[in-house]
């Protein structure tokens, strides 16, 4: 396809791909169509970008923007990169089939001395950014690979660079805590507030994330953080998978979750119960506590993430112990490091239940017990609301479909 002068200056703007807006002529007006490589070129109300020059908006009458055939209006993406990291290409990619666009092209390499080296494949100037990179397996590598490819974009002359964390790195060390029971001036580091430092400076506008393990982590931020929630998967896997749901028992591992617990288990009206325990040292549990009447009843225990595994697999022995028929465990983040999938497969659950914010196919292979809940239809559906400029509340307690 050849540039369209505008206004007589020599200068035009071209179809560069899929997904990009192309800016057609001043005239021809409503009724010219185009079809190029599959795509077909609409005429539509004219729609001032504000990062193009007042000069340039005031002569164009009637762009145009890409429809791919067969997609209707839904199909309209103009203006939208989506790159993935190496943390978790499955899931990034499941997000731009679920757009209707194709994932950006970027290459990873480690130098000779293990230095990370990002190389965006492709123009992003005057684009709307998307990178997708989960806080899972090399964690620090990984997060320096996205604080890399957010400045390749922001320097690259992206308009916006979102990063979508779906499980945010560092979110455990969020505070100071007490030590053993005792008031002490910790010299422990609240690293979460680093992390979202280093985001900021590397040059990201926008933060999406899900289940963020402490919510005051999107006050660290300067920039718009949006925390999407897997409640409104949980809720439909519950109903779907166990039977025998509405005698069930909405319970959290720990005190901390007990707002968790408590909206699932009114969205459900199901009763609920805590377990209150102490730990002596990371990873280890010294003691649990059950609060609530859980005999001859289903269990689901709820949780953001499981690490080693030891919290959930000691608080379903004390259910069964209590009386429990049946335990499951459901969790946003899986990260089974450590003896995890050695303690789940030992352990009586009938099902643990994560969402692929982190790969889980490693898992499951390892592991019978473990599902896996598709979360990426709600980032896309993040992602294309962000761009759109509408509201993403709607996702707090619906499942798009």
Known sequence: MEPTNVGGTGRGLEATGSGEAIVGGGGGGGEDEKEQDGWRFESVMPRPDPIRARSLCSKLETPAVFVKRGGGGSGKMPNIKVFSGTSHPGLAQKIVDRLGIDLGKVVTKKFS???TCVEIGESVRGEDV?????????VNDNLMELLIMINACKIASASRVTAVIPCFPYARQDKKDKKHGLIMASRAPISAKLVANML????ADHIITMDLHASQIQGFFD????????EPAVLKWIKENIPEWRNGIIVSPDAGGAKRVTSIADRLNVEFALIHKERKKANEVASMVLVGDVKDRVTILVDDMADTCGTICHAAEKLL????TKVYAILTHGIFSGPAISRINNACFEAVVVTNTIPQEKHMNECPKIQCIDIS???AEAIRRTHNGESVSFLFANVPM
């Open 223 to 230: 920039i718009p953080v949006d925390n999407l929630y897997a």
């Open 321 to 324: 112990e209590a009386g429990s």
């Open 130 to 138: 998307y990178i997708v990179q989960s806080g899972s397996g090399e």
């Open 377 to 379: 239809l709600i980032i």
């Open 200 to 203: 900021s400076v590397a040059g």
């Open 113 to 115: 001395n293990l230095e």
